[in-house]
Protein backbone atom coordinates (compact mmCIF):
# COMPACT_ATOMS: atom_id res chain seq x y z
CA UNK A 1 0.00 0.00 0.00
CA UNK A 2 1.22 3.29 -0.95
CA UNK A 3 0.87 6.02 1.72
CA UNK A 4 0.09 9.75 0.47
CA UNK A 5 -0.18 12.71 3.02
CA UNK A 6 -2.84 14.57 2.53
CA UNK A 7 -5.59 17.07 4.38
CA UNK A 8 -8.93 15.79 6.31
CA UNK A 9 -11.22 18.73 5.71
CA UNK A 10 -14.25 18.48 7.74
CA UNK A 11 -17.46 21.14 7.18
CA UNK A 12 -20.04 21.14 9.68
CA UNK A 13 -22.74 23.49 8.71
CA UNK A 14 -26.81 24.03 7.69
CA UNK A 15 -28.19 21.55 5.34
CA UNK A 16 -29.46 24.41 3.25
CA UNK A 17 -26.76 25.58 1.37
CA UNK A 18 -25.46 21.88 0.54
CA UNK A 19 -25.98 21.99 -3.08
CA UNK A 20 -24.14 25.34 -3.82
CA UNK A 21 -21.49 24.55 -0.81
CA UNK A 22 -20.63 20.98 -3.47
CA UNK A 23 -20.26 22.78 -6.79
CA UNK A 24 -17.97 25.43 -5.25
CA UNK A 25 -15.91 22.79 -3.21
CA UNK A 26 -15.68 21.27 -6.66
CA UNK A 27 -15.24 24.34 -8.26
CA UNK A 28 -12.00 25.32 -6.10
CA UNK A 29 -10.38 21.35 -6.76
CA UNK A 30 -11.88 18.93 -4.36
CA UNK A 31 -12.26 15.58 -6.32
CA UNK A 32 -15.03 13.74 -3.87
CA UNK A 33 -16.33 14.29 -0.84
CA UNK A 34 -18.51 12.47 1.83
CA UNK A 35 -21.83 13.96 3.67
CA UNK A 36 -23.56 12.72 6.46
CA UNK A 37 -26.30 13.81 8.64
CA UNK A 38 -24.73 15.68 11.86
CA UNK A 39 -26.97 16.99 15.07
CA UNK A 40 -25.66 18.18 18.24
CA UNK A 41 -24.91 20.97 20.33
CA UNK A 42 -22.36 24.47 19.63
CA UNK A 43 -21.75 28.00 20.53
CA UNK A 44 -24.52 28.74 18.23
CA UNK A 45 -27.16 26.91 20.23
CA UNK A 46 -28.41 22.56 19.44
CA UNK A 47 -29.26 21.37 16.23
CA UNK A 48 -31.38 18.33 15.73
CA UNK A 49 -31.71 16.27 12.21
CA UNK A 50 -35.38 15.75 11.72
CA UNK A 51 -36.51 18.80 10.38
CA UNK A 52 -34.39 19.27 7.18
CA UNK A 53 -34.55 23.30 6.84
CA UNK A 54 -33.32 22.74 10.16
CA UNK A 55 -30.66 20.36 10.09
CA UNK A 56 -26.89 20.27 9.51
CA UNK A 57 -24.67 18.09 7.42
CA UNK A 58 -21.04 17.39 8.02
CA UNK A 59 -19.37 16.89 4.97
CA UNK A 60 -15.46 15.30 4.42
CA UNK A 61 -13.00 15.81 1.53
CA UNK A 62 -9.71 14.44 1.61
CA UNK A 63 -6.79 16.40 -0.79
CA UNK A 64 -3.76 18.75 -0.87
CA UNK A 65 -2.98 21.76 0.98
CA UNK A 66 -3.43 23.69 -1.57
CA UNK A 67 -6.76 22.94 -2.38
CA UNK A 68 -7.75 22.87 1.50
CA UNK A 69 -6.40 25.96 1.79
CA UNK A 70 -8.38 27.57 -0.85
CA UNK A 71 -11.42 25.75 0.13
CA UNK A 72 -10.65 27.12 3.77
CA UNK A 73 -10.66 30.79 2.86
CA UNK A 74 -13.45 30.13 0.53
CA UNK A 75 -15.35 29.28 3.31
CA UNK A 76 -14.14 31.91 5.71
CA UNK A 77 -14.87 34.50 3.22
CA UNK A 78 -18.19 33.78 1.80
CA UNK A 79 -20.00 31.49 4.76
CA UNK A 80 -18.94 32.15 7.86
CA UNK A 81 -20.73 35.88 8.01
CA UNK A 82 -23.99 34.41 7.60
CA UNK A 83 -24.73 30.51 8.43
CA UNK A 84 -23.32 28.07 11.32
CA UNK A 85 -20.28 26.46 10.28
CA UNK A 86 -17.10 25.15 11.80
CA UNK A 87 -14.44 23.80 9.62
CA UNK A 88 -11.88 21.22 11.04
CA UNK A 89 -8.21 20.26 9.16
CA UNK A 90 -6.67 17.30 9.72
CA UNK A 91 -3.15 15.74 8.71
CA UNK A 92 -3.79 12.43 7.47
CA UNK A 93 -2.24 9.36 5.60
CA UNK A 94 -4.50 8.11 2.48
CA UNK A 95 -3.92 4.61 2.04
CA UNK A 96 -3.90 3.34 -1.73
CA UNK A 97 -3.78 0.06 -3.42
CA UNK A 98 0.35 -0.34 -4.87
CA UNK A 99 -1.46 0.19 -8.40
CA UNK A 100 -1.66 4.13 -8.25
Given at each position: ?56 I ?7 A ?7 K ?8 HY ?17
Amino acid sequence: MKRHNRKLLTVVTEAAVESILIKEMESLGALGYTITSARGKGRRGARHAEWMPNSNIRVEIVCDAFTAEAIIKHLHEHYYAHYAMIVLCADVEELRPDSD
